[in-house]
């Protein structure tokens, strides 16, 4: 059975820092492109980050970059999502995604929500 566990999320003050985590189960992560997203209320899911199998490609939204910092750990099946100097436009649920590069099926979690908020 297929799991994306996320984890993490909470109310922060602007400037602020949260570390997400997301646990994986069920399929081959290591070849797997794992992704963030998130959605805020009354928008559309938006790609956040996403890394490489390997970690060597990394892509991040521009309204995260210098930010977020994600990464992953093959061996532990986990990818993290550190967010630094959060803002109150980062207030949305955060969903893990993984693409599994050789099945193509994928995957999501349940979502962790994060508030940023005075």
């Known amino acids: 059975q297929v799991q994306l566990v996320e984890s993490g999320g909470g109310l922060v003050q602007p400037g602020g820092s949260l570390r997400l985590s997301c646990a994986a189960s069920?399929?081959?992560?290591?070849?797997?492109?794992m992704k963030w997203y998130r959605q805020a209320p009354d928008k559309e899911r938006e790609l956040v980050a996403s890394i490489t199998p390997s970690g060597s490609n990394i892509f991040y939204a521009d309204s995260v970059k210098g930010r977020f910092t994600i990464s992953r750990d093959n061996a532990e099946g986990t990818m993290y999502l550190q967010m630094n100097n959060l803002k109150p436009e980062d207030t949305a649920v955060y969903y893990c995604n993984a693409a599994d590069l050789y099945s193509s099926n994928d995957y999501w979690g349940q979502g962790t929500q994060v508030a940023v908020s005075s």
């Open positions: 069920g399929f081959t992560f290591r070849r797997s492109i």
